[in-house]
């Protein structure tokens, strides 16, 4: 019977195959023979949507004038 710790190290193990230049090579070559493109994003642009919208937030009582 495996231990609990064998286990997960063996995970890793198959995890970390799935990562390797050759298997990242059969798969990227998979994705072209497909009919999937390839995009190439320019240096310093993200995805992420700004989230910071203007803040109405107020600390403490404002003073009536």
Not at 8 to 18: G, L, S
Not at 46 to 61: C, E, F, N, Y
Request: aromatic share 2%.
């Amino acid at each position: 019977m495996a231990s609990a710790k064998t286990e997960k190290t063996k995970a890793i193990k198959e995890q970390a195959d799935d990562l390797s230049t050759e298997n990242l090579d059969d798969q990227i070559a998979a994705f072209l023979a497909s009919g999937g493109k390839i995009q190439q994003i320019p240096l310093g642009v993200s995805g992420q949507v700004a989230t910071s919208g203007p803040r109405h937030i107020t600390l403490g009582k404002r003073h009536a004038n």
